[in-house]
C-alpha cells in the first residue's frame, strides 16, 4: 500500500526560530499534498492544499507567510513554520493524494515552541 | 458545499460489545465517504472507504459501514469491541470522481471510543 513519510516526529524549538517539516510518498507519486493542524481532542483543520509545481492554497484564515510550504516534486512537499510562536504549538499532519490510493496520511508531527 | 456531523464526541462499550459511531453527511453531489482511525500522537489510517457500488463496505480490523443515501448516513459497526479499538474514529466526506486539482477531505468532529474491559 501507499506510504507517507513525515519528518520529523517531534520537534521542539525556542520561539522565534523556523521549523521545517517533511512530508515524503514513498512508493508512489503525490499529485496533490495536503497539511492540516490538529488541536487536542479536536478535528484536523486544513491549513493548504499544494499541487506539484504550484503555488499552495491557503484556506480562509491561515497566515501564508508564516506557514510556507513548497511542493517541489511530486514526492515531496515541506511546511515550515517561520518565526514560531508558542501558539504556533501543535500537531501538524500532511496528507497526499493520487489516483489509485485516494489520500494517505503522514503520522504527525508535534511542535513545541519555548 | 459538504459537511459531516458525527453524533457523540465520546462513545463507551464493554469488550465483546457492539460498537457503533455514527456519521451523516451533507453534500450535494454523490459523496466518497470514509471512516479513519487515530491512536495518540499519530497520523490517520484508512479504515474503509465508499466510492460506488455496494453500499456496506468492508473495512480492517473488522469494522464495516452502510451508506444509506435516503438517511444521508454512513455509520461505522463492529460486532465486537476489542481493547485495541480505543481510538479516535473521524468520517470524511468528499465529491466524487478525483477530477483534476485538490479535492479536500472534509472531517467530521470525531469521536473517542473508549473500550471498558
Known amino acids: 500500500g501507499a506510504v507517507v513519510s513525515q519528518h520529523p516526529s517531534r520537534v521542539i524549538c525556542k520561539s522565534g526560530t523556523s521549523v521545517k517539516i517533511e512530508c515524503r510518498s514513498l512508493?508512489?507519486?503525490?499529485?496533490?499534498m495536503f497539511w492540516y493542524r490538529q488541536f487536542p481532542k479536536q478535528s484536523l483543520m486544513l491549513m493548504a492544499t499544494?499541487?506539484?509545481?504550484?503555488?499552495?492554497?491557503?484556506e480562509q484564515g491561515v497566515e501564508k507567510d508564516k506557514f510556507l510550504i513548497n511542493h517541489a516534486s511530486l514526492t515531496l512537499s515541506t511546511l515550515t513554520v517561520t518565526s514560531a510562536h508558542p501558539e504556533d504549538s501543535s500537531f501538524y499532519i500532511c496528507?497526499?493524494?493520487?489516483?489509485?490510493?485516494?489520500?494517505?496520511f503522514g503520522s504527525g508531527t508535534r511542535l513545541t515552541v519555548v | 458545499a459538504q459537511s459531516v456531523t458525527q453524533l457523540g464526541s465520546h462513545v463507551s462499550v464493554s469488550e465483546g460489545a457492539l460498537v457503533l459511531l455514527r456519521c451523516n453527511y451533507s453534500?450535494?453531489?454523490?459523496?466518497?465517504l470514509f471512516w479513519y482511525v487515530q491512536y495518540p500522537n499519530q497520523g490517520l489510517q484508512l479504515l474503509l472507504k465508499?466510492?460506488?457500488?455496494?453500499?456496506l463496505v468492508k473495512g480492517i480490523n473488522g469494522f464495516e459501514a452502510e451508506f444509506k443515501k435516503s438517511e444521508t448516513s454512513f455509520h461505522l459497526t463492529k460486532p465486537s469491541a476489542h481493547m485495541s479499538d480505543a481510538a479516535e474514529y473521524f468520517c470524511?466526506?468528499?465529491?466524487?470522481?478525483?477530477?483534476?486539482?485538490?479535492?479536500?477531505?472534509?472531517f467530521g468532529q470525531g469521536t473517542r471510543l473508549t473500550i471498558n474491559p
Open positions: 496528507s497526499a493524494r493520487d489516483q489509485v490510493y485516494g489520500y494517505t
Open positions: 512508493d508512489f507519486q503525490a499529485t496533490t
Open positions: 499544494s499541487n506539484e509545481g504550484s503555488k499552495a492554497t491557503y
Open positions: 453534500s450535494s453531489v454523490p459523496p466518497y
Open positions: 465508499y466510492t460506488t457500488g455496494a453500499t
Open positions: 470524511a466526506v468528499t465529491k466524487d470522481k478525483m477530477v483534476q486539482g485538490a479535492q479536500k477531505l472534509v
